[in-house]
């Protein structure tokens, strides 16, 4: 059974910086995309950044410079940086079931997610 659960989301002031883990527990991560997702409210969810099993990196065009994935043993990792006040939003960590492919940023193509983590950003 996969779990995903994240965590260090927070309020923050424009500027700031944040960093947001999800540990995945039975979940074997190979020839598979991890990503974040996020959903503002009113708005449809939206991949931000994702990593192929293999170290390949995929970015919004709206977070190019400013979001850093990387993953480390059984932990995916979300480096924010200089938060806007758009980027409020709750955001998921999810998972593709082995060998599932698609495009990494497409949330069609995962199957497993956490349950989120709010991020807010005043300015």
């Known amino acids: 059974q996969v779990e995903l659960v994240e965590s260090g989301g927070g309020s923050v002031q424009a500027g700031g910086s944040l960093r947001l883990s999800c540990t995945a527990s039975?979940?074997?991560?190979?020839?598979?995309?991890m990503g974040w997702f996020r959903q503002a409210p009113g708005k449809e969810r939206e991949g931000v950044a994702a990593i192929w099993s293999a170290g390949r990196t995929y970015y919004a065009n709206s977070v190019k410079g400013r979001f850093t994935i990387s993953h480390a043993k059984n932990t995916l990792y979300l480096q924010i940086n200089n938060l806007r006040p758009e980027d409020t939003a709750i955001y998921y960590c999810?998972?593709?079931?082995?060998?599932?492919?698609?495009?990494?940023?497409?949330?069609?193509?995962?199957?497993?997610w956490g349950q989120g983590t709010q991020v807010t950003v005043s300015s």
């Open positions: 999810a998972a593709q079931a082995w060998r599932q492919g698609g495009y990494c940023l497409d949330s069609d193509n995962f199957s497993y």
């Open positions: 039975g979940y074997m991560f190979s020839d598979t995309c």
